[in-house]
């Protein structure tokens, strides 16, 4: 037997009034374990968290030789590796390709459009075990960053964290790209300027290469250092004629590094039942070493933590998440 996938779209209060003027209804894809539509049963949930540049619909995306994560789901069910779960898969693009799941003045409330508007619409609509010790929160890249943030801020929510390749020691991840940034926006003529052009080179055929480091960097900035009344309502790390890093505004982005928070937040983490980080070895955004870091911390304050690296680099790995979800979902509680 198959799972099968639902759609609905949830009005978000959250993300009314978003200051990028993206769409406060979202569509939501939810996958129901096999048996589900016969029975009575309430299930523990797993919440997936996309990745910058992606949305929610892209989990259902497979290949002709890689299975979707949905599948994924299926095959592990199926294998009994681990119990029937229900999957949740909420989209938080933006238009500048991402929100990072945190709260931002430049952005909106994708925390609080996750942490209150999801999970309450979820737990009215299908049949869930509505309680933190049956959910988990799983994310690559961004979203593993977001799930690190839900671990952070809302242990009353989930019980396990599981969080792939994260953002993290921000220095490795993202400095290689603020030259990078700093030369596009100095050709364009500044921030607004170069976001009309690339909106209008993705509409009328697509992103260019060169084209992700610069509005990585412009969501990075929504999301760390917004400031109203500059365009698009973000502060640069840098100097736009020269590109002096502004160590004022790169200090606010530091305040958002698990590599940072994570000490800060310790008793959130300890309430957790355990947290699954890994990342690649030729991962290149460098996030091996602050997936490294942030686990010699939750370990040395007592947190249970898995971390596994395996060879491999940052995209394309979405059959690690057969790995997260076989050490989360068996420890979440089933009634």
Known sequence: MKGVLETREVQSPALENNPLGDPARRRLTVYLPPGYAAGTQRYPVVYFLHAFSSTGASWTNASGFAPSVPDRLDALIEQGVIPPVIGVFPDAWTKLGGSQWVNSDAIGRYRDYLAKDIIGFVDKTWRTLPKAASRAVVGHSSGGYGALVMGRYHPELFSLVGAHAPDSYFEYCYMPDLPKAATALLKAGGVE?????????????????????????????????????????????????????????????????????????LDSFRKLKGVFLDAGTRDEFNLRWGARMVADDLKAAGVDVTHEEFEDGHSGVSYRFERSLAVLVPRLTQD
């Open 193 to 265: 300027t170069w976001a009309t052009e690339m909106r209008q080179r993705a509409r009328e055929t697509k992103m260019r290469g060169d084209d992700f480091p610069v509005i990585n960097i412009l969501a990075m900035a929504a999301a760390y250092s917004p400031k109203k009344g500059e365009p698009l309502n973000l502060e640069l790390p840098f100097d736009q004629q020269n590109a002096k890093l502004r160590l004022d505004v790169w200090n606010r982005w530091l305040v958002h590094d698990p590599v940072r928070f994570v000490p800060k937040f």
